[in-house]
């Protein structure tokens, strides 16, 4: 069984930064497209930002120029670094790569 552990959400004020981490059990993330989604409450899971094999990264319009996902193969990790933190950023982020699904850490962005 793979299993997805991320890690490094938090509170932060607006306009702060975080660096969230998802380290997997095996060498999934060589092979495959990684993902990261997020869900505020009420509303749906959307995909915030994802990266191919080929280095090919792909954002959804409202983080564009804010977050950068990146992997590590070697570690067997995925990052998405968040810069200039908005409130409305406030979410759980997981990370997933086919049908895998971390089980979400949680960020919060206070004005």
């Known amino acids: 069984q793979v299993q997805l552990v991320e890690s490094g959400g938090g509170l932060v004020q607006a306009g702060g930064s975080l660096r969230l981490s998802c380290a997997a059990s095996?060498?999934?993330?060589?092979?495959?497209?990684v993902a990261w989604h997020r869900q505020a409450p009420g509303n749906q899971r959307e995909l915030v930002a994802l990266i191919t094999t080929g280095g090919s990264t792909h954002y959804v319009d409202s983080v564009k120029g804010r977050f950068t996902i990146s992997t590590d193969n070697a570690k067997n990790t995925v990052y998405l670094q968040m810069n200039s933190l908005k409130p409305e950023d406030t979410a759980v982020y997981y990370c997933?790569?086919?049908?895998?699904w971390g089980q979400g850490t949680q960020v919060t962005v206070s004005s």
């Open positions: 095996g060498t999934i993330f060589r092979s495959n497209t």
């Open positions: 997933t790569c086919i049908y895998y």
